[in-house]
């Protein structure tokens, strides 16, 4: 069954840091680009962050400096770790895994920055 299973949502108060981490499934891993976008409410979807095959990372001007994303292909998974975090990077965070014409999705998990 292909899937993607996002975790590591949550509450944090601005400057806080979280770590975000998406299982993979039926697939293989190894040859997808993996994304973490995100939506916050009344907003488009946008890329944050994106990992090739060959684990060359693109981030979104946005997050430069404050989010690392990494990959590890032994163990399925694509994690997104999120330092210095402000109010606006309160949103639903999607895992996204694409190759050439294919796109799959997670379920999403919920960041909040609050005080």
């Known amino acids: 069954q292909v899937q993607l299973v996002e975790s590591g949502g949550g509450l944090v108060q601005p400057g806080g840091s979280l770590r975000l981490s998406c299982r993979a499934s039926?697939?293989?891993?190894?040859?997808?680009?993996m994304n973490w976008y995100r939506q916050a409410p009344g907003k488009q979807r946008e890329l944050v962050a994106a990992i090739t095959s060959g684990s060359i990372t693109n981030y979104a001007d946005s997050v430069k400096g404050r989010f690392t994303i990494s990959r590890d292909n032994a163990k399925i998974m694509v994690y997104l770790q999120m330092n210095n975090l402000k109010p606006e990077d309160t949103a639903v965070y999607y895992c996204?895994?694409?190759?050439?014409?294919?796109?799959?999705w997670g379920q999403g998990t919920q960041v909040t920055v609050s005080s």
């Open positions: 039926g697939i293989m891993f190894s040859i997808y680009t």
């Open positions: 996204n895994a694409n190759v050439r014409t294919v796109d799959i």
